[in-house]
């Protein structure tokens, strides 16, 4: 079983940056890709941004061009570098284990709330 603790989160003006950070425990972690969800209130969990194991990248289009997903196996850690941050950007994003195919593995952590004003 694979433990990830999400940080980073804060307050932030629109317009300004965080940076999010995953770290895992556990043995799967450089063989698996990796994802960043977001969940506003009321709204269903929503991938924004996943890395795969040989370190391809995908966007949700609301955030291309303004969050960078990266990893790091040395460390066992994701990150998500949030640029031109927007209020719509707000909410509780999570990471997630995921295979290569996009099939989400394992348990979710407790998630970092990213709160952006206007």
């Known amino acids: 079983q694979v433990l990830l603790v999400e940080s980073g989160g804060g307050l932030v003006q629109a317009g300004g940056s965080l940076r999010l950070s995953c770290k895992a425990s556990g043995s799967s972690f450089s063989g698996n890709g990796l994802g960043w969800y977001r969940q506003a209130p009321g709204n269903q969990r929503e991938l924004v941004a996943s890395?795969?194991?040989?370190?391809?990248?995908n966007y949700a289009d609301s955030v291309k061009g303004r969050f960078t997903i990266s990893r790091d196996n040395a460390k066992n850690t994701v990150y998500l570098q949030m640029n031109s941050l927007k209020p719509e950007d707000a909410g509780v994003y999570y990471c997630s284990l995921r295979s290569d195919y996009g099939i989400r593995i394992g348990s979710w952590g407790q998630g970092t709330q990213v709160t952006v004003s206007s």
């Open positions: 890395i795969t194991s040989y370190g391809s990248t």
